[in-house]
């Protein structure tokens, strides 16, 4: 059975960075388009980033473009979010979502999700 | 951004009712429309995708409808495993957008 496994999460002063991994099993993610999906404490979903299966293509939320940066790397089945210049908006449980298709944009399997507080 | 409007944003019900959520569109979206199921402590889970398609494994008490701006999602015959908080999520234009939930309590 598919399998999303994120790390990386923790604690960090504003302005900090952070990255997150997704380690994937029972799915060959190649095959696949690739979400990040965060949630605020006590809020709803917000979508975060998006990665074509191939990583050719790439689409962010507004609020985190040009400070958060999303990959992938299909061999060791990983997914990536790379968290720069963090402000205490930012802090949520970080899910890694896997799209249905290449970039159908919808969600069949979600992680289990990783903490990250933006505090000083 | 098109923005997605679920109503009511609570519904307390008594097991073996009927649930109807309705979530409105900004702007026409075809059928571009899914719904999540969120349990406490649980990661969401795809109920219906496009507007009325059943997700794999899913039961047949849920079901989806709607067109353009206007979809709803029904629950028949409530089951009290049904507690929860329900998102509809539009895949027709980024950024893609959830609406803000509608919770489901059991009375």
């Known amino acids: 059975q598919v399998q999303l496994v994120e790390s990386g999460g923790g604690v960090v002063q504003p302005g900090g960075s952070l990255r997150l991994s997704c380690v994937a099993s029972?799915?060959?993610?190649?095959?696949?388009?690739m979400h990040w999906v965060r949630q605020a404490p006590g809020k709803g979903l917000e979508w975060v980033a998006f990665?074509?299966?191939?990583?050719?293509?790439?689409y962010y939320q507004d609020s985190v473009r040009g400070r958060f940066t999303i990959s992938r790397d299909n061999p060791t089945n990983t997914l990536y979010l790379q968290m720069n210049s963090l402000g205490t908006e930012d802090t949520a449980l970080y899910y890694c979502?896997?799209?249905?298709?290449?970039?159908?944009?919808?969600?069949?399997?979600w992680g289990q999700g990783a903490v990250v507080s933006v505090s000083s | 951004e098109i923005v997605l409007t679920q109503s009511p944003e609570l519904q307390s019900v008594t097991p073996k009712e009927r649930v109807i959520i309705t979530c409105r569109a900004s702007?026409?979206?075809?059928?571009?429309i899914h719904w999540y199921q969120e349990k406490p402590g649980q990661s969401p889970r795809l109920l219906i995708n496009?507007?009325?398609q059943t997700f794999s494994g899913v039961p047949s008490r849920f079901t989806g409808s709607g067109f353009g701006t206007e979809f709803t999602l029904t629950i028949d015959s409530l089951e009290p495993e049904d507690a929860g908080k329900y998102y509809c999520q539009q895949s027709h234009r980024p950024p893609w957008t959830f609406g803000q939930g509608t919770k489901v309590e059991i009375k």
């Open positions: 496009y507007a009325s």
């Open positions: 029972g799915v060959i993610l190649s095959n696949f388009g």
């Open positions: 990665i074509r299966y191939d990583g050719s293509e790439k």
């Open positions: 979502v896997k799209d249905v298709g290449t970039a159908t944009i919808y969600f069949d399997h």
């Open positions: 702007q026409n979206i075809d059928i571009s």
